[in-house]
C-alpha cells in the first residue's frame, strides 16, 4: 500500500506496523458531512423512492411473488461482484433439483447468500446489528464453499488486503487496520455507530456503515457479500423496508468499478460526498426499477389469471411459478397435493395458456419453465444514471 495516495487523513490514518507494511485506520463513525443542496434533494429523491418501494410491499396481497426471485436475483447479483459465474437459472434450477448442481459448484456460494439473509431478517428481533448477528451470517455464507477453510463466523487473526491477483501486504492497494487491537477497536466504534438512532438519516447512516464495515475488513473473506447483506438488514430493522425487495448489488454490479473507486477515495481523500452521491443515487434508481419491475410482473399474473379462471390448480400453481418459475411434475406433485397424472394435467392447462413450456427436450427427468415470468424477473428496466 503506498502511503502516497493517501493524501487527507479526514476517514483515518496510515500507519506502518512493526513488520515493516502500511496499513489504513479508519476513524470512528460519523464524518463531519455538509449536507449541500445537491446531497439534500439527492437524499429527498431516494428517500421518496425507497419508502414507494416499501410501502407497495407492505400492501401485496402475496408477497413471496416478489420477494423470493428479488432475493435471488440479489444473491446473484452479490456473488457474481466477487467473481461466480453462476446466473439465475442455476440458482432456480438448483432450487427445483438440488442433485442436478456438481459439488464445487458456484450456485452453491448463491445459495448461503439466499441463507445467510433469510437467517439474518428472522434473526433481527432477537439480536442487535452487531458482531455476534455478522459473525452468524458469515458462518452461514461460507458453509461448504470457496473459502471455507478461512475462518467462518470468526472475525480475522491475521492481516488481509486487497489488489490485484498476486498482491501482497506490501503491494496492495488497499490493507485494512491489523487484527489486534486497531480493528477490533475499529468493530467496537462501528456497533455503537450501528445502533444509534436518531442522529441523522437513515440512508445517510447506512451508506457510512457500509462504507465503514469494508473500510474493517473483519474477515479474511466474504467481506463485500456481509457488506452487502447488512444494507438490507439495516433497512428492514429500521423499518425503512417492509420486505427485502431493494436490490442495490444489482446496482453495484453495473457499475463495479465506480462502486470501488468512490469507497477508495474515502479512504484516500476523505470523499465522503462522492460516496454518498453513489450510495443514494443506487438506492433511488434502484428502488424506481423495483417498483417498475413489480409493476410488470403483478400485470403479467393477473393476465395470466385472467385466462385460466375457475381452474383452481393451475391458479395455484401459476402463483409457485412466480415464486420459482422452473417447475417439474414431482414438484407440482408436492405443491398441488395431487398425484403425477394430476400434476401433468396441469402443466399442460399452462402450457396450452403460453406460460410453461419443456426446458430440456428430454423424456424422463423432464423441466417445464414459466419463460415470460423468467424473462420479466431478469429484465429489469435500464438504471438511470442521472
Same mark, same amino acid.
Request: glycine share 6%.
Given at each position: ?13 496510515? #500507519? ?208 463485500? #457479500? ?161
Amino acid at each position: 500500500m503506498d502511503p502516497k495516495s493517501f493524501v487527507a487523513d479526514l476517514a483515518g490514518d496510515v #500507519r506502518k506496523t512493526p513488520t515493516g507494511y502500511w496499513t489504513f485506520v479508519p476513524r470512528p463513525l460519523p464524518p463531519r458531512l455538509e449536507y449541500t443542496p445537491e446531497l439534500t434533494l439527492l437524499l429527498s429523491q431516494a428517500d421518496a423512492a425507497l419508502s414507494e418501494l416499501s410501502g407497495m410491499g407492505r400492501y401485496l396481497p402475496n408477497p413471496d411473488l416478489l420477494i423470493a426471485p428479488y432475493v435471488k436475483r440479489e444473491a446473484v447479483a452479490s456473488s457474481r461482484i466477487e467473481g461466480t459465474q453462476a446466473d439465475l437459472s442455476d440458482l432456480l434450477l438448483d432450487e427445483i433439483e438440488p442433485k442436478r448442481t456438481p459439488p464445487g459448484s458456484d450456485v452453491l456460494e448463491v445459495r448461503n447468500y439466499v441463507a445467510a439473509l433469510n437467517r439474518g431478517i428472522r434473526q433481527l428481533s432477537a439480536f442487535p446489528l452487531a458482531g455476534r448477528l455478522v459473525r452468524d451470517l458469515h458462518e452461514v455464507l461460507m458453509q461448504g464453499v470457496r473459502g471455507q477453510e478461512r475462518t467462518p463466523g470468526e472475525f480475522r487473526r491475521t492481516p488481509n488486503w486487497i489488489g490485484p491477483p498476486g498482491s501482497t501486504l506490501m503491494t496492495a492497494t488497499y490493507v485494512p487496520p491489523p487484527p489486534d487491537p486497531e480493528m477490533q477497536e475499529c468493530l467496537n466504534h462501528w456497533e455503537r455507530f450501528v445502533n444509534q438512532r436518531g442522529t441523522m438519516p437513515e440512508l445517510v447512516q447506512c451508506a457510512l456503515i457500509h462504507e465503514h464495515f469494508e473500510a474493517i475488513h473483519p474477515f479474511l473473506d466474504g467481506n463485500g #457479500r456481509i457488506g452487502r447483506l447488512l444494507i438490507t438488514l439495516f433497512l428492514i430493522e429500521r423499518r425503512r423496508l417492509s420486505k427485502p425487495l431493494l436490490y442495490l448489488s444489482s446496482y453495484i454490479e453495473q457499475s463495479k468499478s465506480t462502486y470501488y473507486e468512490t469507497l477508495q477515495r474515502v479512504r484516500t481523500h476523505g470523499d465522503w460526498p462522492a460516496w454518498l452521491r453513489y450510495f443514494l443515487t443506487a438506492v433511488r434508481d434502484t428502488s424506481r426499477s423495483a417498483i417498475e419491475q413489480s409493476q410488470s410482473i403483478l400485470s403479467l399474473r393477473d393476465d395470466f389469471r385472467g385466462k385460466l379462471t375457475k381452474q383452481h390448480r393451475a391458479l395455484t400453481l401459476l402463483d409457485e411459478l412466480f415464486i420459482n418459475p422452473y417447475t417439474t411434475v414431482t414438484r407440482a406433485c408436492g405443491r398441488l397435493g395431487v398425484t403425477a397424472p394430476t400434476a401433468q394435467k396441469t402443466i399442460a392447462i399452462l402450457e396450452k395458456a403460453g406460460m410453461l413450456s419443456e426446458a430440456t427436450g428430454a423424456k424422463w427427468g423432464r423441466v417445464w419453465l414459466a419463460r415470460p415470468i423468467l424473462n420479466a424477473v431478469e429484465a429489469a428496466p435500464p438504471i438511470a444514471r442521472t
